[in-house]
């Protein structure tokens, strides 16, 4: 029935409820009926036949998992009824056939962009003020204080919170009642003509809890990480911060920087505090260098570059039920039509690629970057159970509680954000991309973590889709957030940029959706567009230890 249950692929044995279904509803599917033994809540997944102890559970065509007791044919499908399973993989690869996307709509297309030297082109023009080492993280947040507002930037929000207005009602004696009533949201305008710079889009400070401490491995890799940060092309420049004595020291930086673009020449500051008169002396000189960053980044201005430019980030945080059949989908469109227009993708979260290893292997181009995909992922797997969270743990309370029970059936849906193209490359943390096309990219399935690798490796927008609602951004990386349902995108309209829910009540189609996303895509590359997580300052940083986090 159109708009009430999916089944998505020919070979599954279980449908999807498009919207709440009632205990004791026939439904008619494909001339044969179900009979709902139970309520079904909208995104959740029930029985289409009967399943014996053991029998295998199929979504999207492959193995998802596998009923731990008797599964009466029209009942729902939970954590109590089916455990995590997935097929056996083999490094085997069949010549791959892919029948790329019509281009058509986007011939002759442009982006407005940064042009860097080394070849690429940025969708944002940032300074960088970061830290080597956590110690430096008050005088990162001093030196923040100091320039933002000064400067027009007012961290990029689109709204004030008046606390001063508290502040003079408690003076007046106001009681709690009318505390809680007063309407303390301002907007504010933060228009380019407000800003000392107006050819720098955001001065971004990265705070972390890393550079000493722990093992030497995580110091060597946060410099490769924050050296992807400065050589990418977003990022005009960087003042960098460093206390002296740590573990991350300045060489490591360097080294890091050098590997990544043997040609730098970007403008970079790099203070030592253990070398300065003292502390006063040492944030006034990086205001200083900053700010000369500042007036030299202010010279750079957007021009036309062709859309195979664009670098685009895979992600999805907060996942329902809808992401693998709406949004995800879409993303995997996009991906497909940037790849055709010769243009670069990448897909992260390899917890979150647990269950569709072999149609990932069979996409490699050619076997050795199989192999290193199944090197990672095994690797990956080993460290998590080792410590009692395999990949079997990922869903969480939230993902199951919206229709996503295994980690496998979660994959499958999570999966689709990479289209179908060849996979061209795959990268390990902190790897940047070398390829034109689809990339694989190591990193957790923590939002945070993998949008933070995903700018590191090079990409200069993310789209991001979500079922549930994440407020989650990038300091250099302008993220889009997609909705897998309208609901989420009517509810929080201040954190979602576009909707896909009208794929799931039958309005649109995958392939119209991503046309349009592809085009709004363009905008936000091109400065004409500020997605909701740019305009509300969510600047998340989060560096990936190598120890385990799903």
């Known amino acids: 029935m159109q708009n009430i249950i999916l089944k998505i692929h020919p070979e599954d044995n279980i449908l999807v409820a498009l919207r709440d279904l009632e205990a004791g509803q026939v439904l008619n599917w494909q001339n044969h009926q179900v009979r709902l033994l139970e309520a079904i809540p909208a995104k959740h997944k029930f029985a289409a036949v009967d399943f014996a102890e053991g029998a295998p559970v199929m979504l999207y065509g492959i193995l998802v998992g596998k009923a731990t007791r008797p599964i009466p044919k029209g009942s729902r499908i939970r954590t109590e009824n089916v455990t995590h399973a997935t097929q056996d993989i083999k490094v085997d690869r069949s010549p791959l056939r892919w029948v790329a996307p019509s281009t058509t709509p986007f011939a002759g297309r442009h982006f407005l962009g940064y042009h860097r030297s080394d070849g690429r082109v940025g969708t944002m023009n940032h300074w960088l003020v970061i830290p080597l080492v956590f110690c430096e993280n008050r005088n990162i947040e001093i030196i923040k204080s100091s320039m933002l507002t000064q400067l027009g930037y007012l961290h990029e929000r689109d709204f004030a919170v008046d606390v001063q207005q508290l502040v003079q009602l408690y003076s007046d004696g106001a009681s709690e009642a009318a505390i809680r009533q007063a309407n303390i949201l301002k907007t504010t305008s933060n228009s380019q003509e407000q800003q000392l710079f107006p050819h720098v889009d955001g001065i971004q400070f990265l705070t972390h809890d890393g550079g000493c401490g722990g093992i030497r491995q995580d110091s060597e890799t946060l410099c490769r990480l924050l050296a992807g940060y400065i050589t990418h092309p977003n990022v005009a420049g960087a003042t960098v911060l460093s206390l002296g004595c740590q573990n991350a020291q300045i060489p490591l930086l360097e080294q890091a920087i050098r590997e990544q673009n043997p040609n730098f020449d970007k403008p970079l500051f790099i203070l030592e505090q253990q070398q300065s008169q003292s502390e006063r002396q040492f944030i006034a000189e990086a205001v200083q260098q900053t700010f000369i960053g500042l007036m030299r980044a202010n010279k750079i201005e957007r021009r036309p570059a062709p859309l195979h430019q664009l670098t685009i980030g895979l992600e999805c945080g907060g996942s329902d039920g809808f992401s693998g059949i709406s949004a995800n989908p879409v993303l995997g469109q996009v991906s497909d039509l940037l790849v055709a227009l010769g243009g670069t993708t990448i897909l992260a979260e390899f917890p979150e690629l647990n269950g569709v290893e072999q149609e990932l292997i069979s996409r490699c181009t050619t076997k050795a970057l199989a192999q290193k995909f199944m090197q990672l992922m095994n690797s990956y797997a080993e460290r998590a159970a080792a410590v009692g969270s395999g990949f079997d743990k990922n869903p969480s309370p939230g993902n199951i ?84 349902n309208s609901a989420l995108a009517q509810r929080m309209p201040d954190i979602i940029d576009f909707d896909t829910g009208p794929i799931i009540t039958g309005e649109t189609t995958i392939e119209e959706r991503a046309l349009a996303l592809l085009d709004y895509l363009i905008k936000v590359a091109s400065g004409e567009q500020r997605p909701a997580a740019v305009r509300l300052g969510q600047y998340d940083f989060i560096p990936w230890k190598r120890g385990i986090s799903l």
């Open 401 to 484: 509680k919206d229709g996503l029970i295994t980690d496998a059936m979660k994959s499958a849906g999570a999966a689709r954000k990479g289209g179908s193209s060849p996979i061209q490359d795959v990268l390990d943390y902190t790897e940047v991309v070398k390829q034109r096309g689809l990339n694989l990219l190591c990193t957790p399935g923590n939002d945070v973590e993998s949008t933070t690798g995903l700018a590191a490796s090079g990409a200069n927008i993310i789209l991001f889709t979500t079922g549930l609602g994440t407020p989650t951004g990038n300091p250099i990386t302008p993220v889009i957030k997609v909705s897998s």
